[in-house]
C-alpha cells in the first residue's frame, strides 16, 4: 500500500509544471502563462543560531520595478539615520531683531527644515509663537526659504505635468519648505437649496486658497454626489476648478490636489495666517533658495512629528510626498536631486548581507526606473527584524490586511488577513506593476518574510489587484498553516 501510494504521488508530481513544483507559490507562478514576469520568495526567519529558510521562491534574484514597495527602503534608511524619536524642526527668523514696539524691520524668513509632515496645524503654532515673542508687525516680506532641497527637478512625467495642472494629490512636487504634503485642500459641501452652488470653503483657514472656479450644483436628497477637482495654475496663481453635483443630505468631502508650487504654497497659507493673527507683512511674500544668515535671530520654532509617525503615514497611505521628501533628506551634498536621494538609500541597503543589486531613482517608488529583487528585500525585511532598537516602528509602519486603511487588501483567508503585515507597490505605466512585501507569522509563531513583485510587459493583458491577491493570499496562507 505504501509504494502504491508513494507511486501515485511521483505520477501527479511528474504531471504539474516545473515552475509549479520549483516555486512554492503554484497559485502565483500561473501569472506567468500570459507572460508576466514576477520574482518572488517567501522565507521563515532566523532566531538565535537559526538561519533563514526558505520556504518558496520563483525567479528571485530577477530585478523587477517594485513601485511604492521602494518605500520600505526609505523607512529602514531614515530609521537607520535619524532614529525613531527624530523630529525635524521648522523656523522663523528675522533679518533683524524686533523693536520694542513689536515691529520687525526687516524680512520674516521662514527656514524650511526639511518635515515631510509639516501642516497647516504646525504653521498656527509657529504663527502662535511668534505672536507671543512679541512680533506684531514686519516692515519687509515674509519669505520661503527652500535652501536645502526645492524645487526639486521633476523625472516622472507625472509630476511635471502637476506644474501645469494635475487632478490627483500623488503627484505632488517637492520642497524642503512644502506643507500639506504639497496638496491644496477645499472643503465641499451642499448649499442651501437644490439648484444653488455648493459652498466651497479652505480645509485650513477662512480665507479661501487656492482660487476656485466653483461648477458644482446642489440637487435634491438623495440624488447623489459626483465629485471632480483639476488644479490649474493660471496668471494668477493656483486654481482650483470643481465640477459635479452633490446632494443636500450629503456629507461635506475634502478634496485634495498638488499645488504647482509647494513652497509658493506655504507663503500664501503662512500670509494669510499671518493676518489674522494680527501680524501684517508689508512687502508681501516670496520664496528663496538661500540660506538665512546664520546670525539671523531665531523667532519661533516648531518640532514635527517623531519619526515612527511619519513612517506610518508614509507606508499605510503610501504618500509619495513623505517618501521623497525623506530620500532628499537623507542625501548627500547641497540641493540634492531625487537620484541622490535615491543613491543615499542604496548606500544604505549595500551594508545589508546578501543583499544583491538595487536601483532608486527615487524614494517613493514613483520613478518607473527603480529596481528591486525579491530577495533583496527580504534580505532588507531580515535585516531590520535583527534591530530590537529598529523592528517596532518598522514593522508598526506596515499595515494589516484585516485592519488597513487601504480596503482592497481586505481579501483572501483568515490566515492573511490576520497573520501578514504588508506594503503594497502600484504602477500602471509604462507597464503594470503590482508588488507586495511585509512579514508573516506562522501557526506556530515563526516570523517570515514575503516579497512579490509583479512587472507586465508592453505585450500582456491587464492586471489588476484582484489578479494577483487571490493567488498570493491563497499561497500565504498555505505557507503559513503548513508551519
Known amino acids: 500500500m505504501f509504494h502504491r501510494t508513494l507511486s501515485c504521488c511521483l505520477l501527479v508530481l511528474s504531471l504539474l509544471p516545473l515552475s509549479v513544483m520549483a516555486s512554492g507559490f503554484p497559485r502565483l507562478s500561473s501569472l506567468t502563462d500570459d507572460g508576466f514576469r514576477i520574482s518572488a520568495e517567501a522565507r521563515l526567519l532566523g532566531t538565535g543560531d537559526r538561519a533563514d529558510e526558505t520556504l518558496a521562491s520563483l525567479s528571485p534574484t530577477l530585478s523587477l520595478s517594485p513601485a511604492s514597495v521602494s518605500k520600505v527602503y526609505t523607512a529602514a534608511a531614515a530609521l537607520d539615520r535619524f532614529g525613531p524619536q527624530h523630529r525635524f524642526t521648522t523656523r522663523l527668523v528675522g533679518t533683524a531683531e524686533p523693536g520694542p514696539d513689536g515691529v520687525l524691520a526687516g524680512d520674516l524668513i521662514l527656514d524650511g527644515g526639511g518635515d515631510p509632515a509639516l ?224 543613491a543615499a538609500i542604496e548606500s544604505f541597503a549595500a551594508g545589508i548581507p546578501d543583499h544583491g543589486p538595487l536601483t532608486l531613482r527615487s524614494g517613493s517608488g514613483l520613478t518607473p526606473e527603480n529596481r528591486a529583487t525579491a530577495s533583496g528585500v527580504n534580505s532588507l525585511l531580515a535585516y531590520m527584524f535583527d534591530q530590537p532598537s529598529l523592528f517596532p516602528s518598522f514593522v508598526a509602519a506596515l499595515q494589516s490586511p484585516s485592519n488597513g486603511v487601504m480596503r482592497f487588501i481586505r481579501k483572501g483567508p483568515a490566515s492573511f488577513q490576520e497573520r501578514v503585515m504588508i506594503k503594497t507597490g502600484t504602477l500602471n505605466e509604462p507597464v503594470r506593476v503590482r508588488a507586495m512585501t511585509g512579514y508573516f507569522r506562522t501557526r506556530s509563531n515563526r516570523w517570515g518574510a514575503f516579497t512579490v513583485l509583479v512587472n507586465g510587459t508592453e505585450s500582456t493583458p491587464y492586471l489588476n489587484w484582484t489578479m494577483v491577491l487571490e493567488r498570493l493570499s491563497e499561497d500565504l496562507a498555505t505557507l503559513i498553516e503548513a508551519h
Not at 126 to 134: K, N
Open 119 to 342: 501642516t497647516s496645524e504646525d504653521l498656527w503654532r509657529l504663527v502662535q509663537r511668534l505672536h507671543q515673542a512679541g512680533v506684531r508687525e514686519v516692515t519687509g516680506q515674509l519669505v520661503i526659504s527652500q535652501w536645502r532641497f526645492g524645487p526639486v527637478e521633476c523625472i516622472t512625467t507625472d509630476r511635471c505635468e502637476a506644474r501645469r495642472q494635475v487632478d490627483n494629490a500623488y503627484s505632488a512636487l517637492l520642497s524642503s519648505a512644502g506643507v500639506n504634503f504639497g496638496n491644496w485642500c477645499v472643503h465641499v459641501a451642499p448649499g442651501s437649496a437644490p439648484g444653488a452652488s455648493a459652498e466651497v470653503t479652505g480645509c485650513d483657514s477662512k480665507v479661501l486658497l487656492p482660487g476656485i472656479d466653483n461648477r458644482v450644483d446642489t440637487k435634491a436628497a438623495d440624488s447623489g454626489t459626483q465629485l471632480s477637482a483639476l488644479r490649474l495654475t493660471e496668471g494668477g496663481g493656483d486654481v482650483m476648478r470643481l465640477s459635479g453635483q452633490i446632494s443636500t443630505n450629503a456629507h461635506p468631502r475634502d478634496l485634495y490636489r498638488a499645488s504647482a508650487d509647494p513652497a509658493d504654497q506655504t507663503a500664501q497659507l503662512l500670509m494669510a495666517m499671518l493676518e489674522r493673527a494680527g501680524i501684517p507683512v508689508r512687502g508681501g511674500h516670496s520664496t528663496s533658495t538661500v540660506q538665512p544668515p546664520g546670525s539671523a535671530p531665531q523667532l519661533a520654532a516648531v518640532d514635527g512629528k517623531p519619526l515612527q509617525e511619519i513612517l506610518l503615514r508614509t507606508l499605510n497611505y503610501s504618500n509619495n510626498f513623505m517618501a521623497d521628501v525623506l530620500a532628499l533628506d537623507m542625501a548627500n551634498g547641497p540641493r540634492p536631486t531625487l537620484e541622490q536621494g535615491g
